[in-house]
T-cell receptor, first 111, second 115 residues
């Protein structure tokens, strides 16, 4: 089955800096890669996703890149703000149609 | 849309008691997932329904756990008897996909504490 590794587990940045979270996956058949943000006491919420026929996707301060050859994808947050503080999860969906989640990255943005 | 609705939001019970968690998926969605989240194990998929039929229950820990989806708008996850190690946050998620589950929408979760 699919295996997703996510790094780092904790990321601390100053407000205004950029943050990058990286994930690798094992199933070359994976074709859908969503990113979720989980705030304290809430369920994960989709913030951006990318499909295997696209190399990069941007939505305001958030961007995701995908390297299918290397089987890794990354989340980039620019001009971080305190409200970006949360746990971020990557996921990969392969042939089973069921997404496999990474272990999560706790992002802390210091004012 | 109200999103995925879960109840109760918090549950405290004693070991050995039966616990029932409830979920109402987003109207029109045809896939429903139950997840368990702990610090040690992260987000674990317990069971996945498609069109009200259980497709993959390989993540269900043991026979003490059971899940049902009697109709497209309601699902339950039952633990009987409950044990302290079942303490976790349980999420329900739903999605709509013709070729397979697409974007999942998560509910707010049920925080379960078994004493």
């Amino acid at each position: 089955g699919e295996n997703v590794e996510q790094h780092p587990s904790t990321l601390s940045v100053q407000e205004g800096d950029s943050a990058v979270i990286k994930c690798t996956y094992s199933d070359s058949a994976s074709n859908y890669f969503p990113w979720y943000k989980q705030e304290l006491g809430k369920g994960p919420q989709l913030i951006i996703d990318i499909r295997s026929n696209v190399g990069e996707k941007k939505d305001q301060r958030i961007a995701v890149t995908l390297n299918k050859t290397a089987k890794h994808f990354s989340l980039h947050i620019t001009e971080t703000q305190p409200e970006d503080s949360a746990v971020y999860f990557c996921a990969a969906r392969g042939g089973s149609y069921i997404p496999t989640f990474g272990r999560g990255t706790s992002l802390i943005v210091h004012p | 849309d109200a999103g995925v609705i879960q109840s109760p939001r918090h549950e405290v019970t004693e070991m050995g008691q039966e616990v029932t968690l409830r979920c109402k998926p987003i109207s029109g969605h045809n896939s429903l997932f139950w997840y368990r989240q702990t610090m040690m194990r992260g987000l674990e998929l317990l069971i996945y329904f498609n069109n009200n039929v259980p497709i993959d229950d390989s993540g269900m820990p043991e026979d003490r756990f059971s899940a049902k989806m009697p109709n497209a708008s309601f699902s339950t996850l039952k633990i009987q008897p409950s044990e302290p190690r079942d303490s976790a946050v349980y999420f329900c998620a739903s999605s709509l996909g013709a070729g397979g589950p697409e974007t999942q929408y998560f509910g707010p979760g049920t925080r379960l504490l078994v004493l």
